[in-house]
């Protein structure tokens, strides 16, 4: 699979080229800004852009996927190229349910408290040896990455952010993930500047519970 991602250097995507570069993936990216730890990550791993700037010449047809960025604008001209050529055009949330329909998904969401609750998860499982896939959304001790994606393992952690998905998707990110299991922290009205009442901002979780797959919790 050839997956090229438009805003690369960011906290949550440069993770997502890490795990989707250690399933074998072949990984290129952009970015206007490359910062640490990213830069250093990245060019560890030899997927580190050589320049910083957007350049739409990277954006071939022979591409599986582009992953957008919120970082990016919606004029950016990768992106342009990338509709105009037709190339699919995902983004963050998107795609990991697209890794993860197979897998049993485990959702946390709430105003508070998520990344918490899901290293919590994530330290319990890894103690018990088992096989899982996750997405947190900080760097957690005694993890490499902030995201795994395996081809095996059975089930996915993921931390369901109610923030908006993609700078030309305004959904929440947590609309994407379709929960098997879904677990809610609390509701206190936050981002202000995207949900302008109280009412709105709670109906994105209402949404999100009604996205839960048939016979889930």
């Known amino acids: 699979m050839k997956v090229h991602f438009i805003a690369i250097a960011g906290s949550a995507m440069h993770n ?14 952009s970015d206007d800004e490359i910062t640490e730890p990213a830069k250093s990550r990245l060019e560890k791993a030899g997927i580190l852009p050589a320049k910083t700037g957007w350049f739409p010449e990277k954006i071939t047809q022979d591409l599986d996927a582009v992953i957008l960025g919120m970082h990016a604008r919606p004029d950016n001209p990768e992106l342009m190229a990338a509709l105009e050529k037709g190339v699919k055009v995902y983004s963050y949330p998107e795609y990991l349910y697209e890794q993860s329909k197979t897998k049993t998904r485990v959702v946390i969401g709430g105003s508070h408290g998520k990344t918490t609750i899901t290293s919590m998860i994530l330290h319990v499982l890894k103690s018990t040896g088992r096989a899982f896939d996750y997405m947190v959304g900080a760097q ?12 095996d393992a059975p089930v996915i952690i993921l931390e369901g952010d109610e923030y908006l998905t993609s700078p030309i998707d305004r959904r929440p990110k947590f609309h994407w993930y379709k929960p098997h299991v879904a677990l809610l922290s609390g509701i206190a009205w936050d981002h202000i ?5 109280f009412g709105n901002y709670v109906d994105q979780f209402r949404i999100f519970i009604d996205k839960i797959e048939p016979g889930g919790n």
């Open 140 to 151: 957690l001790e005694g993890f490499d990455t902030m995201v795994k994606l395996t081809a």
């Open 16 to 29: 997502l080229a890490l795990a989707l570069h250690h399933k074998g993936y072949n990984i290129t990216g």
């Open 193 to 197: 500047n995207v949900f302008p009442t």
